[in-house]
């Protein structure tokens, strides 16, 4: 009668012992990966360094999840958090997108006001980590940050996220594709009411529109809706970099039928549309006031 008792002690005696050298693998494991330089790893690259059983490992990541030492943005990938992250509960995204794209195979760039900020525009504070990649993706909120996907269909996106068009931030951890001056202008203009609206947009062309080079932003332009250019143009023109709005003029003799400036201000009805102003050089219907702090 013992026996079966015995064997089942030591199965649980096994078992406790297991999960603490798992506890205890995975601690060292990520101290390691600090020590080289490292503030992330996946599941994959754990499970193959420590040779632990699945439930032994995940038991390990969970316990130092909730100790605050990893938080993971997407499942099977984890940052390790040093104790000046705790508090925000991780890095600036900055520090961590580069891997976690390369974890989920894909290409992105940072743009929109983080990209804003990073080419000098001061006014608009990026309270919104944004992305632009060629896929839907779920946002991700960790602690006090919020990283937002912004989705491009695949044949533009190939079209303009390349080398020559994209810049880099430098982090303590590496770096991070951003939209280079051009295609930040672009992706504001495009993705205008996830860039604090038409006026916060407005602000940035003001801030930054006179880094842009004219040719190279009249090129990446084509692959761009006519609308979103015409917008754009517009909005340079009323900043005074008339160098740049130049570039986008052509594009706006090709348009038919004028578009509203804002088509985010609803609803815009047929027979009320006479009474706002229209722009005929960029076919627009001036359906709302551009403040800009010059």
């Known amino acids: 009668g013992l026996e079966p008792q015995l064997i089942r002690t030591n199965l649980a005696v096994l078992s406790v012992f297991a999960y603490i050298m798992g506890m205890s693998s995975l601690d060292r494991f990520v101290d390691n ?7 992330t790893f996946s599941r994959e690259e754990a499970q193959s360094a420590l040779d632990l059983k699945p439930d032994a490992l995940t038991a390990a990541l969970t316990r130092l999840t909730k100790k605050h030492r990893l938080a993971s943005p997407r499942k099977g990938f984890y940052l390790i958090l040093r104790p000046e992250d705790q508090l925000a509960g991780a890095p600036d995204p900055a520090q961590w997108i580069e891997p976690l794209m390369t974890y989920l195979g894909l290409e992105y760039r940072v743009s929109m006001l983080r990209a804003a900020a990073f080419h000098g525009s001061s006014h608009q504070a990026a309270m919104v980590f944004q992305v632009i990649v060629p896929k839907q993706l779920r946002d991700i909120e960790l602690g006090r940050h919020r990283v937002q996907f912004l989705y491009q269909a ?6 303009v996220n390349r080398h020559a068009d994209l ?3 430098k982090t ?3 770096f991070a594709k951003v939209s280079g001056v051009e ?8 993705y205008f009411h996830k860039a604090a609206g038409i006026n916060g947009v407005a602000q940035v062309i003001k801030d930054i529109g006179g880094k842009a080079d004219a040719r190279k932003l009249a090129k990446l332009a084509a692959a761009y809706e006519n609308s979103c250019i015409r917008r754009l143009g517009y909005l340079l023109e009323r900043t005074h970099h008339t160098r740049q709005a130049s570039a986008l003029e052509t594009f706006a003799k090709k348009a038919k039928t004028a578009v509203p400036l804002d088509p985010s201000v609803k609803p815009l009805i047929e027979s009320l549309a ?3 102003d229209r722009d005929q050089r960029w076919k627009l219907i001036l359906n709302e006031q551009v403040e800009v702090d010059f």
């Open 33 to 39: 990966r600090l020590i080289q330089g490292r503030a």
């Open 154 to 159: 695949p044949n533009t996106f190939g079209k």
């Open 167 to 169: 810049d880099q931030i």
């Open 172 to 174: 303590s951890a590496g």
């Open 183 to 190: 295609l930040t202008l672009l992706d504001c203009a495009r």
């Open 274 to 276: 006479g009474q706002y």
